[in-house]
């Protein structure tokens, strides 16, 4: 990243946080830089891009924050679980609609994104474990399993009240375990500690987080 799109990069995530993702304009952003409109588009063109590149950018951040409670653990599914519920736990507690700005249809791009580090953060969590010998498999039940949360997350936005939130997630979890030849017999102890943890994380991060610059 250069200093321009550093610089890019930095204006965006302040404005979002201030003001909110749908309030802010490439304009704004290209003002706080003191750069033209065009200038700003060369790098991203449109604001979904560039807040594309802000979601990866926190997820990264995010995940490595939370891999360290979990380095060394017994079992690199429960691992990935936990993080992966502590962030989803965290985009459905912000008080917006965020599941929906991230992860149902307004914004595709962060949906991208998100695919991509929950991959990385799975490849990581098997890493020199037998499940990561096909790497394609891994790659296939990411997919399957990041699709599931996608409709999880769209239902929480419309159904809120009509479901509990792990009621909706723990599926996508599964699918990625079935996906890649789990026992049946140890599935549901590894996802019910895997939540259990998950939780624990989430309840144990402080109460202002970065997502809240998502606000509409």
């Known amino acids: 990243m250069d200093k321009t799109a550093k610089k890019i990069f930095d204006a965006a995530m302040e404005l979002f946080y201030k003001q909110g993702v749908e309030k802010t304009t490439m304009r704004d952003i290209a003002a706080a830089c003191g750069i033209s409109t ?103 039940a990411s997919i399957v399993g990041c699709g599931g949360e996608f409709v999880a997350m769209e239902t929480l936005v419309f159904h809120r009240d009509e479901f509990r939130f792990e009621e909706l997630i723990a599926p996508a979890y599964t699918a990625r375990m079935y ?20 939780q624990q994380l989430f309840n144990s991060l402080p109460n202002t987080s970065v997502y809240n610059a998502f606000n509409e």
């Not at 992860?103 to 695919?115: G, K, L, M, N």
């Not at 026992?183 to 895997?194: F, H, K, R, S, V």
Request: aromatic share 12%; hydrophobic share 35%.
């Open 38 to 140: 065009g200038n700003l588009t060369y790098y991203y063109h449109k604001k979904e891009d560039l807040l594309a590149v802000v979601h990866r950018v926190l997820l990264e951040r995010e995940f490595e924050q939370y891999m360290i409670h979990f380095k060394g653990s017994a079992n690199p599914w429960i691992s990935f679980i936990a993080v992966n519920h502590a962030h989803l736990s965290l985009i459905a507690a912000v008080k917006s609609n965020l599941s929906g700005f991230l992860y149902a249809t307004q914004f595709p791009p962060t949906r991208e994104e998100y695919v991509s580090a929950s991959t990385d953060l799975l490849y990581q969590c098997l890493c020199n474990t037998p499940y990561e010998k096909d790497k394609k498999q891994v790659q296939l």
């Open 179 to 198: 996906q890649l030849n789990v026992p049946n017999d140890e599935m549901l102890n590894i996802l019910q500690t895997g939540i259990k943890k998950g």
